[in-house]
């Protein structure tokens, strides 16, 4: 369907400068809101945050921009905590009158660039702001999930939550830089707070052993369930399109096993324009009748995010 919106061509607001990554949908009855994760501009030495913000466009014109948020909606950690640098990205679930948000807090490193742990964050204003539920994260680090416990993915199906989520399986060094290899993961829970990982990566490998993977949202239809996510190698991916992120597909009867199949996604590159070299996390919902998908483009979202409709 093409591009919905540019951050970059967004005015007066300091925190969102570039980059609207990990689009998640909340539908209102007029307007339907995207969450997503942006930047300012870079600090000295090249370092960076991230902040929440969203938009809403119009229900029945999804082109349309009716309002952009003017502050973050989730402030970021205190010294020390593990969302201090950054949060992003993020996943909304309604819960009753509430409205819950889980979502990657990074922090910073020394022999790597960062790390992730996922908190969990609640309005009580129909999603213009959200309080965290504590100053620690509700899922992070185990002896078989040691790092990079983010970009998590939320869903409730048969009065169960579950939660889909990357976790790290090592740092591998390229042209002299630490880049990582994660997984996808999944975890279950009755109640949205206390959960049960599976503890096994969800997902075979189709590119290599260091096939990165990440962004995987299920929906049910047709009486199975749907996985799309975003795959990519680990080395070269910044320079060599071919070898940057790509949407891929697998299928379920019931959550746990899944068969992967990406050459039914039904998306691929462009042959010019905003999603020519890359396409990546993917968001799909339902509004009205049909089906979309919100995904990023080229540079990793950095000019904004597009959509797609199943047909």
């Not at 790390?115 to 509700?138: E, M, Q, R, W, Y």
Request: net charge neutral.
């Amino acid at each position: 369907m093409g591009k919905i919106f540019d951050p970059t061509e967004v005015q007066g607001i300091w925190w969102m400068k570039e980059f609207a990554q990990a689009p998640a949908v909340l539908i209102c009855d007029s307007f339907v809101r995207v969450y997503f994760s942006c930047r300012p501009l870079p600090e000295p030495m090249g370092m960076v945050c991230s902040y929440i913000g969203y938009v809403d466009l119009d229900r029945n014109d999804l082109f349309k921009v009716i309002n952009i948020s003017k502050k973050p909606v989730l402030g970021l950690g205190d010294k020390g905590a593990f969302d201090e640098f950054g949060t992003m990205p993020i996943s909304i679930i309604r819960d009753g009158r509430r409205i819950l948000a889980y979502y990657g807090g990074w922090t910073r490193c020394e022999s790597v660039p960062f790390n992730i742990a996922i908190g969990l964050a609640v309005s009580c204003d129909n999603g213009d702001t959200f309080t965290k539920a504590g100053n620690g994260p509700l899922l992070s680090f185990t002896p078989d999930e040691p790092f990079l416990v983010g970009v998590p993915k939320i869903r409730r199906f048969n009065n169960t939550w579950y939660l889909w989520y990357t976790a790290g399986k090592k740092w591998i060094s390229v042209d002299g830089k630490p880049e990582a290899v994660y997984k996808i993961r999944m975890a279950s829970s009755v109640d949205g707070l206390t959960w049960k990982r599976v503890n096994r990566d969800i997902l075979p490998d189709k590119l290599d052993e260091n096939e990165a993977q990440a962004s995987p949202d299920v929906f049910e239809f047709g009486g199975r369930y749907h996985m799309f996510f975003c795959y990519r190698y680990t080395s070269d991916f910044r320079k060599n399109s071919s070898r940057g992120y790509r949407i891929g597909y697998a299928v379920s009867s019931d959550l746990f096993l899944w068969e992967r199949d990406d050459a039914k996604a039904g998306i691929n590159i462009s042959e010019s324009g905003w999603d020519s070299e890359m396409v990546s996390f993917p968001h799909v919902f339902s509004l009205d009748g049909a089906t979309y998908m919100f995904y990023l483009g080229n540079a990793f979202g950095r000019f904004g995010f597009g959509a797609a409709k199943l047909i």
